[in-house]
């Protein structure tokens, strides 16, 4: 959490944009942009 990777929600900690790109990984596409 002190280098940005992590963010603290109220569903629990998620990953941020910059902890997927640390890993080189693309990120999973947001359920939010359905409707």
């Known amino acids: ?3 940005g990777l992590l963010d603290r ?3 629990g ?3 941020t ?3 997927y ?3 080189g990984i693309d990120p ?3 359920q ?3 409707f």
């Open 9 to 11: 929600t109220q569903r």
């Open 1 to 3: 959490m002190q280098m």
């Open 17 to 19: 944009a910059l902890a």
């Open 13 to 15: 900690r998620v990953a």
């Open 21 to 23: 790109k640390h890993f």
């Open 28 to 30: 999973p596409r947001s």
């Open 32 to 34: 939010q942009h359905l």
